[in-house]
C-alpha cells in the first residue's frame, strides 16, 4: 500500500496518508496535525501525488483560561507584533473565550506558514 508523506506547515512533521487514508478523503475535508494541532482542508484529492491542503488555522490553548481556539490569518492580521522576554520576537493575539493577551513566538515573519510556539 503506497503512503504519501507530507509536511506539515506549521510544524514541519510529517504527515503520512496510505491509500486507504485518501479514500475517505474529499475536497472541504480537514486534517489536524497531531503534533501542532494545525488544521488543514484538502484541496485536491486525485490519484498518486495529486494531493493539496491549505492550512486554515492553529489550534492553540489559552494559558488563562485553558479554552482551545484557532489562530487563523485573519486573527493574525489585526495583532501587534512586540520584543518579548529575552528580546525574541513575539505576535500578541486575544484569547477569544477570556480576552487575555497570549504571546506566539514565530520563526517566519507573518503568515500560518511558519512554525509558532505558544
Known amino acids: 500500500m503506497a503512503t504519501l508523506e507530507i509536511d ?3 510544524c514541519a512533521e510529517v504527515l503520512e496518508l496510505t ?4 479514500a475517505d478523503l474529499q475536497p472541504g475535508d ?4 497531531d503534533s501542532c494541532n494545525a488544521e488543514m482542508e484538502v484541496t485536491r484529492n486525485g490519484g498518486g501525488e495529486d ?3 491549505e492550512l486554515l488555522g492553529v489550534l492553540t490553548q489559552c494559558p488563562s483560561c ?3 481556539f484557532d489562530v487563523t490569518d485573519e486573527l493574525l492580521q489585526d495583532a501587534p507584533v512586540i520584543e518579548g522576554v529575552g528580546g525574541v520576537t513575539v505576535t ?3 484569547c477569544p473565550h477570556c480576552h487575555a493577551r497570549i504571546e506566539l513566538e514565530f520563526e517566519e515573519p507573518q503568515d500560518l506558514s511558519r512554525r509558532y510556539h505558544p
Not at 491509500?19 to 485518501?22: I, K, P, T
Not at 480537514?30 to 496535525?33: E, S
Open 92 to 94: 500578541v493575539v486575544p
Open 19 to 22: 491509500d486507504a487514508d485518501r
Open 51 to 53: 494531493f493539496e491542503l
Open 66 to 68: 485553558g479554552e482551545e
Open 8 to 10: 506539515c506547515p506549521v
Open 30 to 33: 480537514v486534517i489536524v496535525c
